[in-house]
């Protein structure tokens, strides 16, 4: 008896924390999507000022901002600054994955003297983010003869790619070294394992890794702001930045079309992105 | 209530660390044994070497090409005589260089060409990378002629030159294959830090710029930070808030992550992966994105704003220069709506791997959520989650981007060239790329340095997964 009337009461109560569980979801998805949509929604707008808006949305929509991006390039040449992007991130890209890969495979498969050491270093030199030697790099750069050259930028970003090297070894770590051995009994040379079972196996990761390393250059601001002055060389980024502050549609509808790949990236991996933060945390 | 079923952690977490205080103390204890080691290997050789190794010691490649191994001798040899050369022509003039720092000032009136300081300073860092270097090779060239002798001695063959080269590519494959990343990070990571660090110590910067020779100061800047009024008063301010400011958000972003995470692991939830895909979108828009928008959202013509004037109140200057506090606490929501969704994805990643008997002894032992929150799902979150939360205090400690786009170029008063929601690394950029402070700015560089890594390799030494990786292999 006393039982079934302990049911009868938990279950409001049940309904009740349900409720507030969906409320608090619905308020904080709310308050995510907000901004992402008032930007979305003022990339349509059809006067483009942000004065022109009636609170937070705009009153008339149209196609004109994304017209006007790509046609009227006289003062901000936004095709230009897309190509740049394009070009910096692809080739940061490709050259710091080839150096992650290696470097992960390393610091895996071979047990040498510094090991430890070098381990301990890029964890050291990874707490230095990399604009906190910027007055250094910038007056590098500048004997270097490397201001105002995409390649000098192409050189930073992919230098310092490999010292995110640790959710690769992790990967690779998971690959059975038993393969490894089989192969070296055959006459296998290091080299050879490497190329003809470790990379194929690690393929996943490879795309991984050419994904995620294009997203930084990709959403990179610091860097191209200190070493690109030229107008023609400007990134995405660094164009945005320098818009005025009535040209709030013609921002929205950049921004737009720059953050599209990388949402796209980020919803067809986001199951790797898992692993690849917690990678830092201890496995139990 | 049992207690002892919780005690388990809270066990584990203790003997952890004592474990890690003796590894620690294990260290020290045995690094006399482990340096007298290091010098026992150059003692055999120095005692037990013959002729030809001495010969080895006085020119490379001597010794090799007395016991008949010609590629590597000559190899040897002519690394040898590149490096006197180089030396000779160049590398003893940057190294004197590097502590003169020139001497010739330059007059382009009366067209002198002085010294330039800075390329100098560079020029003598490389001479004395290019010093090292040489000595790594030659100590390689006396280990080598060493065990050719040994070789001899037992009269085995010793290990041939092509045979050393090919083994490039299998045993020692990790030589080639990190040599690239090496220079690379050598060049582009370590290079700034080392010249960075050598700045702190010149008084480059202001009006001392080339063709102005530079000189070296010792700890002035430091001292010029610490205590002269121009400058001491705005770095404690700044390094105040800046802690204040890393603890907050650090605290903010962790907890609203994990109380994410936890809401969307409820039972009663349905749909998980439809409600988390929210967080994911506002984590995948650029950074540099957000935070213009949130600038606009709330500058004076901001949607906020007028919302405000329509409704009849006066414009209110959410980012403006008095607004101390307003921009504060606008600099830690915009800093959460950023970051909480990556400390969700954390948050869900962890979870799932909690061991869910804890939870089902606890219901038994009629525990509440709250009790269990806090006994099973707070300690193991945290204890797995150490070595993130530490590196995101650090990302949060050195946050640029926030008040950089929020309030950049702001300069008050009270505050040498800053803003009262500066953070250093804010203060940094404007002393050095926008005003030339160049050595003040190196300087405050390594302040925030040493802060952040001894925290970082503290932890990251005590932890689990750098001591006890070969577990999980």
Redesign the interface.
Same mark, same amino acid.
């Given at each position: 008896m006393s039982k079934q009337t302990g049911k009868l009461k938990i279950k409001p109560k049940?309904l009740f924390?349900?409720a507030l569980?969906?409320l608090? /979801?619905l308020a %904080?998805?709310f308050?995510?999507?907000f901004? +992402?949509l008032?930007?979305v929604l003022a990339s349509f707008s059809k006067t483009g000022s +942000?004065?022109s808006?009636?609170?937070?949305?705009p009153t008339a929509y149209s196609f004109d901002s994304f017209v006007k991006l790509f046609t009227d390039t006289e003062m901000y040449n936004y095709p230009r600054w897309f190509g740049n992007t394009l070009f910096i991130s692809l080739m940061s890209s490709l050259i710091g994955t080839a150096?992650?890969i290696? @470097?992960a495979?390393?610091m895996s498969?071979?047990r040498?003297k510094s090991r430890k050491a070098m381990?301990?270093t @890029?964890? %050291?030199?990874g707490?230095?983010?990399?604009?906190? @030697?910027? @007055?250094? %790099?910038?007056?590098?750069m500048t004997?270097f003869n490397l201001i105002n050259q995409q390649w000098g930028l192409i050189? +930073?970003y992919?230098?310092?790619a490999?010292?995110g090297y640790l959710t690769q070894k992790g990967f690779f770590?998971t690959i059975s070294?038993s393969i490894d051995e089989a192969a070296r009994i055959d006459g296998a040379?290091?080299?050879k394992i490497?190329v003809k079972i470790t990379l194929p196996l690690a393929a996943p990761m490879i795309v991984y890794t050419l994904l995620s390393s294009f997203v930084w250059p990709? !959403?990179d601001? /610091?860097l191209p702001k200190?070493l690109l002055k030229n107008k023609d060389l400007y990134t995405v980024?660094v164009g945005?930045?320098s818009l005025d502050?009535t040209e709030?549609s013609r921002?929205?509808a950049g921004?737009v079309f720059?953050?599209i790949p /990388? /949402?796209v990236?980020?919803?067809a991996l !986001?199951k790797f992105?898992?692993?690849g933060? !917690?990678a830092?945390? %201890?496995?139990? | 209530m049992e207690n002892s079923t919780y005690n388990g952690i809270t066990n584990k977490i203790r003997a952890f660390f004592a474990a890690k205080a003796k590894a620690v103390k294990n260290f020290f204890a045995t690094l006399p044994q482990r340096i007298k080691n290091k010098f026992a290997g150059a003692k055999e050789i120095l005692t037990q070497g013959n002729g030809k190794v001495s010969a080895s010691m006085c020119i490379m490649g001597l010794g090799q090409l007395l016991y008949r191994q010609w590629g590597k001798g000559i190899t040897y040899l002519l690394a040898q005589i590149a490096f006197l050369a180089y030396f000779i022509m160049k590398g003893a003039g940057d190294f004197i260089g590097f502590f003169t720092l020139g001497v010739k000032q330059g007059n382009a009136w009366y067209g002198i060409e002085g010294d330039n300081s800075v390329i100098m300073l560079l020029m003598g860092i490389l001479s004395i990378i290019a010093i090292i270097f040489y000595v790594v090779i030659y100590i390689s060239n006396i280990r080598d002629a060493y065990r050719i002798q040994c070789a001899a001695d037992t009269l085995k063959q010793p290990v041939s030159f092509k045979k050393e080269l090919s083994s490039l590519l299998d045993k020692n494959f990790h030589k080639t294959a990190l040599a690239l990343p090496i220079v690379g990070v050598c060049v582009f990571s370590i290079l700034p830090i080392i010249f960075m660090i050598l700045i702190a110590f010149t008084n480059y910067g202001g009006t001392v710029v080339p063709p102005a020779l530079v000189d070296w100061v010792g700890f002035e800047n430091f001292a010029k930070i610490l205590t002269l009024g121009q400058f001491a008063p705005t770095f404690f301010k700044i390094f105040g808030w800046n802690i204040l400011w890393a603890i907050l958000s650090t605290f903010i972003n962790y907890f609203a992550g994990l109380g994410l995470a936890l809401l969307l692991n409820r039972k009663c939830v349905k749909g998980k992966t439809f409600w988390r895909l929210f967080p994911i979108l506002a984590y995948a828009v650029p950074g540099f994105i957000t935070l213009i928008a949130f600038k606009f959202m709330f500058s004076y013509g901001g949607p906020i704003n007028q919302m405000i004037t329509s409704a009849g109140g006066t414009a209110i200057g959410f980012l403006d220069i008095d607004a101390k506090w307003t921009a504060r606490l606008i600099g830690l929501m915009v800093n959460a709506w950023l970051n909480i969704p990556s400390g969700m994805l954390l948050a869900t990643g962890i979870l799932s791997n909690v061991n869910t008997d804890l939870y089902e002894a606890a219901r038994v032992d009629g525990a509440s959520a709250w009790k269990q929150f806090v006994k099973i799902t707070l300690p193991y979150v945290l204890f797995a989650t150490m070595p993130v939360l530490i590196s995101q205090f650090i990302a949060n400690f050195n946050n640029f981007g926030i008040f950089y786009f929020l309030r950049g170029g702001l300069y008050m008063d009270g505050y040498f060239l800053a803003s009262d929601t500066d953070l250093l690394i804010n203060w940094l950029y404007n002393m050095s790329i926008d005003n030339n402070y160049y050595s003040i700015g190196a300087a405050i560089s390594i302040i925030i340095f040493i802060v952040t890594s001894i925290i970082s390799l503290a932890v990251y030494v005590m932890s689990p997964s750098y001591k006890q990786e070969e577990t999980y292999q």
């Open positions: 049940k924390g349900a569980t969906y608090i /979801i %904080v998805c308050i995510f999507l901004p +992402i008032w930007l +942000i004065y808006f009636k609170g937070f949305f150096l992650t290696l @470097t495979y390393c498969r071979f040498f381990m301990k @890029t964890l %050291v030199l707490m230095f983010p990399s604009f906190m @030697t910027m @007055t250094a %790099v910038y007056i590098l004997q050189m +930073i992919s230098a310092g490999p010292m770590d070294v040379s290091n080299f490497f990709w !959403s601001f /610091i200190l980024a945005l930045m502050n709030f921002f929205a921004s720059i953050a /990388i /949402i990236f980020y919803f !986001s992105l898992i692993n933060l !917690s830092g945390a %201890v496995k139990q | -």
